[in-house]
C-alpha cells in the first residue's frame, strides 16, 4: 500500500488544455518508506504541447521529512511521466545529506520530460522513491536505478574527504583549512577538460580491424581488484572496443567495478575522459577477462599517444563498496585530473558563502 500525495499543479497547466484529471503530480512513497512529504511549491511547472507530445518543464523545491529514526545520508527520487517513452523518465539524487529523525530537508528538481499527449488519464507525473541510504550505509527501496551503489560510493567519498579537511584542520589550524581549500578551488578551476561523447555501444565500427592501444595501469596497494592487462582500439576520433583482464584480490565475490579512462595526447598532457563501468561476476582469486560497450567519441580533433587506466571503484556482491583512497589518488598524481567529489564541492561552496568559520562549524557537525 502507497502513501501518496496528489499535489495540484501550476495554473499554466491548465492553460496548456491538459484534462483535469492530468493537471497533478502524484507522489508515490510506500507507507513504510522512512520519508514523507512536507510541502511542494509546482507554480513554476510548465507544459507545453509539440506535435504529438506534451513536454511537461518541472520545477519544485520538495521538502521532505525523515520518519524514521537513523539518519539519512542520501536519497533518490525517480521521476516519471511515461515509463517507455525515451525522455519520459529521469532521476534526482541528493547525496552529503545529514537528516537526523525528524528533520526536514529540500529536494530541488528541475527536469524536462516528455509525454505522449494521448495518453490514458492520470497524473502528468509520478514521482516515486528508488532508494534511501543511511548513515549505517544501509538501504531502503526497490534500487531500481542501482541508487544503492552511486550513494554508497559517494558517501564514502564524502567521508574520506570530510575526513581530511578535518585533519588538516587539526594538524594546521584553521588558515591551514584556508589554503588547502583554496587548493582545492584552484585546483577544479585548472583541471584539464576533454570533451568526449560517451555511448554504452558503440557506433558500427569493426573495432577489429582498428589500431590498438595498450592500457598502462596505475595501481592501488589496497584495491580489491588487480588490472592484469588492457587495450582499446583508436577508430579516427572513437575510441572503443576495450578489453581489460581484472583479478579479485579480495576474499569476496565482486559484481560491479570502473576503469577510470585517462588519455595523454602528444604533448605529455593528460585527461581523465571517463570511465569504464562492468557489470561482472568476480569469485575470490579469479582473473576474468571483461569486454566493454563503452565507446567515447572526441568532439574536437585529438590525437592519442598513451592511455592510462586505474580502478576508481569496486562493488562486491554484499553491497559494500570500495573507492581509493585521497593518498591513493596523490601519490599516482591523479587530483589534478579528477573532478572534487560531490562533498568536496558542498564543502567549498559553505567556504564560499559563509566563510572559514562556517566551513569549520560545518566540519565539527560530523
Sequence with gaps: MCNSVILAAAGSILAAGAAV????????????????????????????????????????????RNAGQATIR?????????????GGKASV?????????????????????????QTAAGPLVRIQLDGVLFDDLSFYGPNKLNSRRA??????EARRDRQYLKSVLAARGPEGLRE?????????????RLDVQIARRGRATNWDAAPAVQFAFLRFP?????????MARMAGQEAGGATLEVRNRSDRPIRYLEIGWIFQDR????????SVPAEVTIAPGQTSRIATETSLRFTQPFAVEAMKGFVSQVEFEDGRVWIPSRSDLRDRELEPLLAP???????????????LRGLVEELNRF
Aim: charged share 25%; hydrophobic share 40%.
Design 93 to 117: 539524487t541528493v547525496p552529503s545529506l545529514s537528516a537526523g529523525a525528524g528533520e526536514v530537508f529540500p529536494v530541488r528538481i528541475d527536469l524536462r520530460l516528455l509525454r505522449p499527449s
Design 21 to 64: 484529471a492530468q493537471e497533478t503530480v502524484k507522489i508515490d512513497f510506500p507507507a513504510e518508506a522512512p520519508l514523507s512529504v512536507v510541502s511542494a511549491d509546482w507554480s513554476s511547472t510548465r507544459t507545453d504541447p509539440r506535435g504529438g507530445a506534451l513536454v511537461v518543464d518541472l520545477h519544485t523545491s520538495l521538502r521532505l
Design 151 to 156: 550513494m554508497t560510493a559517494w558517501e564514502l
Design 222 to 230: 589496497d584495491s580489491p581488484v588487480d588490472p592484469v592487462a588492457g
Design 267 to 274: 604533448q605529455n598532457r593528460e585527461y581523465l575522459a571517463g
Design 74 to 86: 542520501g536519497v533518490t527520487l525517480l521521476v516519471l511521466a511515461q515509463e517507455v517513452t525515451p
Design 341 to 355: 567529489s560531490p562533498e568536496e564541492q558542498r564543502l567549498t561552496n559553505i567556504y564560499r558563502k559563509k566563510g
Design 180 to 192: 588547502e581549500v583554496l587548493v582545492s578551488m584552484a585546483r577544479e578551476a585548472e583541471r584539464p
